[in-house]
């Protein structure tokens, strides 16, 4: 076999797994357009893609998991460091020697028949100082296909490589696709990323969670920056002067949406933009020059949830997705050769021209938005989409310095504990707000109960090493960036007494980050609470917003002490469950805000 590289780590490590997996052959991914057009085809002939209608949606593919394989599985993910607590009380773990004696058996033979691809990639711009290589083994074409649009792939990682040992090895394989033996693990201690019997994107695209959250934010804590689930976005005034902001949700909070949002009309009318740097992930590292904390989107595409994004809800990403892209999961209208999902338009395909994600025909008369198995399109299914096809990408999305952040900002979905905003005291008081992060569910039966699930600094499935020393990594953070964001909360799910969100959303959201950024600026007076600084309800800009008058915001920024209170009870709880591990200013950070609470 002729390798596309001589560095000696990188062959021997392929030839070892090869020896085990033991592939018909091996095929080495290039990043050229002709070699991605054969996958392609190679791909279309077997049926693991569909090729769509190329006028409607060039270069547009669909593709079905199994029916078993739909999403990330935090249950199976583990985190294989030699000692337990290194890992901590909130991931999965096993020792490193025991989880691989598991993985050989069940990698043993498992590319007999088919090919595996190595695919040679960059997270963040090939030979910038933030850019972290890897190498992907699998046996999927259709992993190969979206390796291409999420990541940077090509020789010239190889040659930025060099002789270096310094690189993520990756392994999956598809195996026989079986949930028993799924496992998605990493070995942070040695850079390695195993995956096995799964086909799902969040499983399988290693250099997403598994390389740029779970592995780089333990290589964060030891090379001093950080690998964070943040959202970046660009501000633009009308004076033509740009603000930075990244921003935390757990998955489903509406990242991709807020990270591509339309200005209102009457903030758009003044000269507002928002540019989109990142919708998922920010590696961030403190610039020696200005002091100030940058940020890069280390992806190359985004990797979004279909259904619900529209014209309205999110106009931009919907354009990204009309070319290039590879729809996962969503209806098939047979008719257009198109494709559909829940919440897209009012005209879903017709029963005789629609198949569901499973690749049964569907009936649309027959969906029930209560039914989840009514559905066309798998509620978690997705488009994967080229970031430089997105209307509003950033002209700096391919900057080598990445993007100065003003604010962080965390969320969460609240029906009534957290204001539309708050701005925390100080770094180390943002680093709590971070750790108390939650979000609440409604228990489908009972209705309207919420249970809420913490998610530290929206990281709870995507840290790589124990929770309580990634709080002290922020901690340790705040004392090295000289000009360091300030940080904030966010709540744009508040609810009223019939459970209808108060605040409009979207496009909206401007509103509060034009606010945000103008604490970061001191351009702006705020009142001090328990739980930290919120706005005078006139700061809020509400021109042209129908519906919302001062009381709704007024409403909207009420710090309900009671719900407060019993939040710090489930904030200790959780605390406990994180453990040892916790650090002492996170307790006395708990400690000062129930005392503020009185
Ligand atoms: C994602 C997630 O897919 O956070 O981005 O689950
Ligand atoms: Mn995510």
């Known amino acids: 076999m002729k390798h596309l590289t001589t560095n000696k780590y990188v062959v021997s490590w392929i030839e070892e797994m090869a020896a085990m997996t033991q592939p018909d052959k091996i095929v080495w991914i290039d990043g050229t357009e002709e070699q991605a057009e054969a996958l392609r085809a190679e791909a279309c002939a077997t049926g693991e893609i569909i090729k769509l209608n190329q006028e409607k949606l060039p270069n547009c ?6 029916v078993n394989d739909v999403a990330r599985v935090e249950g199976r993910t583990y985190i294989c460091t030699e000692k337990k607590e290194d890992a901590g009380n909130i991931n999965n773990w096993m020792a490193p020697a025991e989880m691989k004696a598991k993985l050989f058996k069940l990698y043993t033979g498992s590319m007999k028949g088919r090919t595996m691809y190595v695919i040679p990639y960059s997270m963040g711009v090939v030979g910038s100082d933030f850019a972290k290589y890897g190498i992907e083994l699998t046996d999927s074409i259709y992993v190969v296909l979206n390796m291409l649009i999420m990541t940077r792939v090509g020789t010239n990682v190889l040659e930025a490589l060099g002789d270096s040992a310094d690189y993520i090895k990756g392994l999956h394989a598809k195996a026989d ?43 964060g804590r030891k090379e001093g920056w950080m690998a ?41 009318a003044e000269g507002y933009e928002v540019e989109c740097v990142g919708d998922d992930i920010a590696w961030l590292r403190v610039n020696k020059e200005d ?87 798998h509620p978690n299914s997705r488009f994967t989409a080229l970031a430089k096809n997105c209307p509003c990408i950033s002209p700096e999305f391919d900057s080598l310095k990445g993007v100065p ?26 680093s709590f707000v971070g750790s108390i992060m939650a979000s609440e ?76 950024l103008a604490r970061c600026e001191d351009k702006v007076d705020a009142v001090e609470t328990a739980i930290g ?54 307790y006395e950070e708990l400690a000062a805000l129930e005392a503020r609470l009185g």
């Open 228 to 268: 964070e689930h943040m959202l970046i976005l660009g501000v633009k005034y009308p004076n033509g002067e740009k603000k930075y902001i990244t921003a935390a949700f757990p998955s489903a909070c509406g990242k991709t949406n807020l990270a591509m949002l339309i200005p209102p009309k009457a903030l758009k």
């Open 291 to 377: 002091g100030k904390l940058y940020a890069v989107n280390p992806e190359n595409g985004f990797f979004g949830v279909a259904p619900g994004t529209n014209e309205k809800s999110n106009p931009n990403a919907l354009h990204t997705c009309l070319r290039d892209t590879i729809f996962t999961n969503v209806v098939h209208d047979t008719k257009n050769n198109t494709v559909w999902w829940e919440g897209l338009d009012n005209n879903p395909p017709q029963p005789g021209d629609a198949i569901d994600w499973k690749g049964n025909p569907w009936d649309c008369t027959k969906y029930d938005k209560k039914d989840k198995s009514t559905c066309g399109a």
């Open 177 to 219: 696709i079986d949930e028993e033996n799924r496992y998605i693990t990493h070995f942070p201690e040695t850079n390695e990323i195993m995956s096995v019997n799964s086909g799902y994107g969040g499983n399988v695209l290693l250099g997403k969670k598994c390389f740029a959250l779970r592995i780089a934010s333990y290589l």
């Open 533 to 586: 600084y919120v706005p005078k309800a006139e700061d809020i800009n509400i021109e042209g917003l129908e519906g919302v008058t001062i009381d709704t915001i007024r409403d909207l920024l009420t710090v309900d002490v009671p719900s407060w209170k019993a939040d710090v009870e489930n904030i200790k709880e959780f605390y406990a469950q994180v453990g040892e591990a916790v650090p002492a200013t996170m």
């Open 405 to 430: 952040v003003s604010a962080i900002v965390f969320g969460g979905r609240r029906a009534k504990t957290a204001p539309l905003v708050y701005q925390s005291f100080n770094w180390q008081h943002g």
């Open 61 to 66: 593919y669909l593709h079905r998991t199994a």
């Open 441 to 516: 569910t409604t228990a489908a039966a009972a209705g309207a109960v919420g249970v809420v699930r913490r998610d530290p600094m929206a990281m709870r499935p995507f840290v790589g090493y124990n929770m309580g020393d990634y709080w002290k990594h922020w901690l340790d953070m705040g004392k090295v960036i000289p000009n360091a964001p300030k940080i904030f909360h966010v709540n744009w799910f508040r609810t009223d007494d019939e459970g209808h969100f108060i605040w409009p959303g979207f496009g909206d959201n401007l509103r509060v980050l034009l606010w945000i």
